[in-house]
Each structure stands twice: as structure tokens, then as C-alpha cells.
């Protein structure tokens, strides 16, 4: 997923066919002989962290003729979204392109105003691209696409395409030839990672969830395909698609309630990719795949719950390797858009316009990202969402296992994250049984967000019971040979029932030894949540073999002060219930890694033999 600026000539087909070496390969390069080949490649690897198997068969598609059919009806052309998009390809035609400026952005303008300067530009950077790979293969090297595991493939590929489709009276027949030896080669090197060349050099790759619908590589991978495969008319392309890589997405997801990745949020914003595949393939074919499931309805549910009161930052779960800090961006902004583009459900498009009209990202941040503004995000005069008349605001997603709840819809209310459920994706951390709280501001949250790399995913950064042994463990997922603390594994899945409360709050029960595996010498650990009042209750019970114990640990933005069995942090106030011995001790983070860790402090609550109960609540003195 592209991060934003604030984290980290061949003229002949003859040599076409050299460079690439298309003559050599031309059987293999076949995708419906390569698809099972494909898949049998993956599975050698182990490659991919979850498999699907299509579950309905699916009806052939016609043949299609050569084309991107992208619908464009939604585009206002008075609008301040489309004047801003004008302006940022314009600068770039003018000689100055923004940050990550790419010949899409320049190709889709053309479609929206014919400009010959438009597809002049697009022309030239494609050109570049294609030119830069030839040099790189001639040199004996992979050229920039296959870069990290064949990420970008999909936007590449998509500005190649979109480029060739909507430019194709301005490229001559040699230059259309070496375009698609590129893109070609490039799109069979996903499908086929052990087999994978370049230039006749074998180039494998890991295959790195080449099907895994989860993932987001999965949606590059197939962004590339629909893409090349929709310009360049190829009706094996568009089959293999149709058989093989779009059912495990509808079954996948189908599988998924609540809506939500099982990657976390961080890494989750790349559904804004999803979910435009979804759009064009309903363009191109006609089959409405986002609505064979309630996933994207779902999702805008998810995200307006998972955004605190004050609309500015959102539920850090799992890795947050864009900004540590888990502030709104362009893609969450995206992500919703691209959802409400795909709804048909009055009710969720109501609540998507609210929440876009509402956060601190009314309008996207970067040029680069200026073209999704286009997509309308509704009347800005929606009203809030409507609280139930008994009960808590809460929304379980069931499916990736997380929960929000809030006290309401006004700024000030007190907001919950808890996270219990499926622990199977690389982007997750080891954060079953975590919450964080907010109320105005952090009151308790994952210490991963004041890291500098955003990737701390060890038990000891989230708000979990910690579980230590005397001794170092063996045979222990995640685990250093040394290591004392005992790691939550994958894939596991913990699970949690949400029960609204007749005094208007919310319970939850977890249980959570699951997610420690089936060698781990934690034998029990079940987590109660009574949330409610601006009030969270926690209660633990669990079981230990001889040799372990269990601390109970709250991640904290500022140094605790403690006194006895309580402790004040910033807006906090923590007390003790159980056991009553319990001994307090806070730790700064920056003691353990001050180039990591730039703030933030951990209060340790020690003394349970099999029982933590703990109160959380404002600190109306601060």
C-alpha cells in the first residue's frame, strides 16, 4: 500500500521479443495453462497465510473487446474535487508534478477532458517506466515493478493500462508492443513466483499471498491482472480472474461479519483498493460482487465506529507502519468513499456521508490522492447517527474479532477498542485481549503508537496480561530462545460475546488461552469488560502453570502516580479491586529504547495468583 509523504527504447518488436524473451516463453505465459501451475507454485512456497476454495462455480464471462470501462458518470465537473484534481495534473503538465504524481491521474483526466497535453504526459511517463525496465533487464537486473514482493504491481500496471486504453491514438504499434511484453511479463511473474523471469533470467520471487484474499498484496495482484487484462482485451486473463482469484474474494469475505480486515486498521485501509476493483469489474462485467455480501455496508459501520469522538484518529490495531500515531488520512478517507460508492443501502450511504463530511479529512491531504475526491461523499448536511433509545452505542465486528463502544455521538463521549478473535495475518500483533480507551484524548492506548517504526507487536506493548516464566520457554511461538514472556501465536482465534447491559452499559466476556497455543503454560485466561457510566470494569481469571505468573499491564501516554492500589495518569484514574496485595510499579518506555520508543509509560499491576480486577475512570481533578 503507497504511504503517504510522512512515513519512511526498444523501436522494434523484434527486440521486444529479445529483451523479454516472449518468444521463449510464449506457452507458459498462457494463464490458462499457467493458472493451476500458479497455484501449485504457491502452495510449494508456502507462500500464502490463508487459502480459499471457491465455494459456487462461476458462469464464463462473454469475450470482451479491448477497453477500460470505467464508468465516470459520478464526476461532477463543477465541483471544488474535480477543480482541485484539474489543477494538480495541470501543475504536472506544466513541468512540476507533486510527490507520487503517476500517468493514471493524467490518462483519467484525458477520459474527462480531452486534452492532448493530458495524454502527452502520460505517454512520456510510461514511456520512462517501460524504457527504465528494458535497461534494468538488459543489465541483468529485475526492473523497479517486482520490487517488494510485486507490491505496486497494481497501480503500475493500472497506470500502464489505463494510459495505453485511454491514449491509444497517440502510442505507434512498436511502442504498444513493448508496453505489453512489460505488462505481461509482469503480470505472469505474480501468477507464476517460482517460474518468475525477466529478460530469460530466472527471477522467484516468495509468492507472497498470491491467495490469500486477505492480504493486501492480494488486491495489487489482481488490480494488475483486471487492469491489463481489460486493456489489452485478453479473455484468458479476465477467466482466470473469473474462476480463480474473484471467488476466493467473495467467499472470503462473505466469511468476514462486521466488516473490517483481519490485517487491523493500519494495513486494513487498503480495502480502498478492493473496493475500486469491485467497481470496475461491475463496470466491465456487469456482476455486482461487493453486494454479494454486506462486507462493504459493513465496513463504513466499522470505520465510523472505530474513528473516536472527536473524528480525528482511529483504533490503532496491528501494525501502523504509515504514521505510528493512527491519524485519519487520505485512506481511510478513500476507503469510505469507495464504499459508499459500492452501497445500496440508503441508511449506510447516510452514515458514510455524516462520518466524510465530519472528520478531520474533509478533502484529501496529498495531490496524489486527489483523484478519489471525485467519488461523492453526499449531503453534508446528514444528521448524526440516531442512539438507540435503550442500551449502548457499540458495534462488534464479529469477524475480525474487534469491538467499539462509546457513551454517544458527542465529542466528549468515552470510546472502547477490544480486540478478541481470529490472530492469523503478518500486519497483526499479539493483542488478543487489549483495549484502549479515549475520552478527549488517550486515556489508555497501545504503546506501538508512540514507537518510531509503528510495528511493535509483542505482548508487551498492548494493554493485555502479561504472562512470565521463571525460566525461558521452549517450543513457543514467536519466542527467542531466551525469551521469558510467554507470546501470543498465530494462527489462533480467541472469541468474545458482546451482551448490552439493562442498566444501559455493555459487557464483554472473552476468552482468551487460546491465542497462546496449544504448548503454551497459560492454561486459562478469560477477560470481562463491564463498560459503561464512563466507567471500564476489567476483571481477569486464569490459570498458570507452576512457574508462570501473570501481570496485569496498562499502556499509558503519561507517568502514572501511584499511591497504594491506585494510580493517576494524566486524565486516568486506576484502582486495584483484586487481589488486595497487588503491587504497582510504572515503566518508561524510553528506558527500554529511546530511539524506538519517543514517549509513553506502562503501569505493572503484579501480585494475581488467579484473579485481576481493575477500574478505569476520568479523573474529574484533571
Not at 264 to 287: K, P, S, V
Not at 329 to 356: C, I
Request: glycine residues 8%.
Amino acid at each position: 500500500m503507497r504511504a503517504g509523504p510522512r512515513s519512511p527504447s526498444a523501436k522494434l518488436a523484434l527486440r521486444v521479443l529479445s529483451v523479454f524473451a516472449i518468444g521463449a516463453i510464449a506457452a507458459a505465459c498462457n494463464p490458462r495453462t499457467g493458472a493451476n501451475a500458479a497455484v501449485g507454485d504457491a502452495h510449494a512456497a508456502g507462500a500464502s497465510a490463508a487459502t480459499t476454495t471457491p465455494s459456487i462455480a462461476r458462469k464464463p464471462l462473454p469475450p470482451i473487446e479491448p477497453g477500460i470501462p470505467l464508468d465516470l458518470s459520478y464526476v461532477d465537473r463543477t465541483s471544488p474535487a474535480y477543480d482541485r484534481f484539474r489543477r494538480w495534473v495541470g501543475s504536472a503538465v506544466a513541468g512540476q508534478p507533486g510527490y507520487a504524481f503517476s500517468a493514471y491521474d493524467a490518462a483519467l483526466l484525458y477520459r474527462l477532458d480531452p486534452k492532448p497535453e493530458y495524454c502527452g504526459l502520460a505517454v512520456r511517463m510510461v514511456e520512462k517506466e517501460v524504457a527504465d525496465a528494458e535497461a534494468a533487464i538488459a543489465g541483468g537486473r529485475a526492473p523497479e515493478i517486482a520490487g517488494d514482493s510485486y507490491l505496486e504491481v497494481g497501480p503500475r500496471i493500472a497506470a500502464l493500462s489505463m494510459t495505453l486504453d485511454a491514449c491509444r491514438d497517440r502510442i505507434d504499434d512498436a511502442q504498444r508492443a513493448r508496453w505489453s511484453a512489460f505488462a505481461e511479463q509482469a503480470v505472469w511473474n505474480v501468477w507464476h513466483h517460482l517460474r518468475a523471469h525477466w529478460g530469460g533470467r530466472p527471477r522467484p520471487w516468495t509468492g507472497w499471498s498470491v491467495d490469500n484474499p486477505g492480504n493486501n498484496y492480494y488486491y495489487s495482484f489482481v488490480e494488475a491482472t483486471l487492469y491489463w487484462a481489460l486493456a489489452s482485451g485478453n479473455d484468458e486473463w479476465m477467466s482466470f480472474l473469473n474462476e480463480e482469484k474473484i471467488p476466493p474474494l467473495i467467499d472470503y469475505f462473505a466469511g468476514l461479519p462486521g466488516g473490517g480486515s483481519l490485517e487491523g486498521t493500519g494495513y486494513g485501509a487498503a480495502h480502498m483498493r478492493l473496493f475500486a476493483l469491485y467497481r470496475l469489474w461491475r463496470d466491465a462485467t456487469g456482476e455486482d460482487i461487493a453486494n454479494t455480501s454486506p462486507h462493504a455496508d459493513d465496513t463504513i459501520a466499522y470505520w465510523v465506529h472505530a474513528t473516536v469522538p472527536t473524528l480525528d484518529r482511529f483504533a490503532p490495531i496491528g501494525d501502523q507502519s504509515r504514521n505510528s500515531v493512527p491519524e485519519l488520512y487520505d485512506y481511510h478517507r478513500r476507503l469510505v468513499l469507495e464504499a459508499r460508492a459500492l452501497s445500496r443501502d440508503a441508511s449506510s450511504q447516510a452514515l458514510a456521508s455524516w462520518w466524510l463530511h465530519r472528520i478531520s479529512m474533509t478533502q484529501m491531504s496529498n495531490g496524489f490522492n486527489t483523484a478519489h475526491d471525485l467519488l461523492p461523499a453526499g449531503d453534508a448536511k446528514t444528521p448524526a447517527p440516531v442512539a438507540p433509545a435503550t442500551g449502548p452505542i457499540f458495534h462488534h465486528a464479529a469477524g475480525t474479532g474487534h469491538l467499539f463502544a462509546r457513551s454517544g455521538w458527542d465529542r466528549d463521549a468515552m470510546w472502547l477498542a477490544f480486540v478478541a478473535g481470529p490472530y492469523n495475518e503478518s500486519h497483526a500483533h499479539q493483542e488478543q485481549g487489549g483495549f484502549t480507551l479515549f475520552a478527549r484524548d488517550w486515556l489508555t492506548v497501545s504503546e506501538n503508537i508512540w514507537s518510531h517504526s509503528g510495528i511493535q507487536q509483542g505482548t508487551e506493548t498492548h494493554s493485555v496480561l502479561r504472562f512470565e516464566r521463571a525460566t525461558p520457554i521452549a517450543r513457543q511461538c514467536h519466542a527467542p530462545p531466551d525469551d521469558r514472556v510467554v507470546h501470543q501465536c498465530e494462527p489462533t482465534r480467541s472469541t468474545m460475546t458482546v451482551t448490552p447491559a439493562a442498566d444501559g452499559g455493555l459487557r464483554v466476556d472473552a476468552d482468551l488461552a487460546a491465542a497462546y497455543g496449544s504448548e503454551s503454560p497459560v492454561r486459562r485466561w478469560t477477560r470481562r469488560l463491564d463498560f459503561g457510566g464512563r466507567r471500564l470494569r476489567v476483571e481477569d481469571r486464569f490459570a498458570l502453570e507452576a512457574g508462570t505468573r501473570a501481570v496485569f499491564q496498562l499502556q499509558l501516554p503519561s507517568e502514572p502516580r501511584i499511591d497504594g492500589q491506585t494510580a493517576v495518569a494524566g486524565r486516568l484514574r486506576v484502582r486495584v479491586v483484586a487481589p488486595a496485595g497487588a503491587t504497582l510499579a510504572a515503566m518508561d518506555w524510553r528506558s527500554v529504547d529511546s530511539a524506538e520508543f519517543r514517549s509513553g509509560w506502562r503501569l505493572d499491576i503484579a501480585g494475581g495468583t488467579d484473579t485481576y480486577v481493575v477500574e478505569l475512570e476520568e479523573d474529574s481533578s484533571n
